[in-house]
Nanobody
Framework: QLQLVESGGGLVQPGGSLRLSCAASGFGLSDYAIGWFRQAPGKEREGVSCISNMIGNTNYVDSVKGRFTISIDKAMNTAYLQMNSLKPEDTGIYYC???????????????????WGQGTQVTVSS
């Protein structure tokens, strides 16, 4: 069974850090482009970052550049999103997803992503 499971969310103060994990089972994660999305209350889901080891590409939206880092551990079949200098506006449910469209992962079109995790809550608040 193909599955993605996120973990690592939680409550953190502004300026703090979290590392989200996206563990894949049933398929090889590095065969896909991996995207991280988030959805804040009352807002649409938005793309945050994506990575494709196959074409050697990473992308970050402007709001997280310099603060977030996406990576893949092929041996662990797990993707990560390291989030530093967190801000209250980073609050939301974070989802990982995989796409076969390596060259267009940074368009962050949800319908281009084939499998999704269940999400993990990130709350940035003092």
């Amino acid at each position: 069974q193909l599955q993605l499971v996120e973990s690592g969310g939680g409550l953190v103060q502004p300026g703090g850090s979290l590392r989200l994990s996206c563990a894949a089972s049933g398929f090889g994660l590095s065969d896909y482009a991996i995207g991280w999305f988030r959805q804040a209350p009352g807002k649409e889901r938005e793309g945050v970052s994506c990575i494709s080891n196959m074409i050697g590409n990473t992308n970050y939206v402007d709001s997280v550049k310099g603060r977030f880092t996406i990576s893949i551990d092929k041996a662990m079949n797990t993707a990560y999103l390291q989030m530093n200098s967190l801000k209250p506006e980073d609050t939301g449910i974070y989802y990982c997803a995989v796409s076969r469209r390596h060259y267009t992962c940074s368009n962050y079109l949800p319908w281009e992503y084939d499998y999704w995790g269940q999400g993990t809550q990130v709350t940035v608040s003092s």
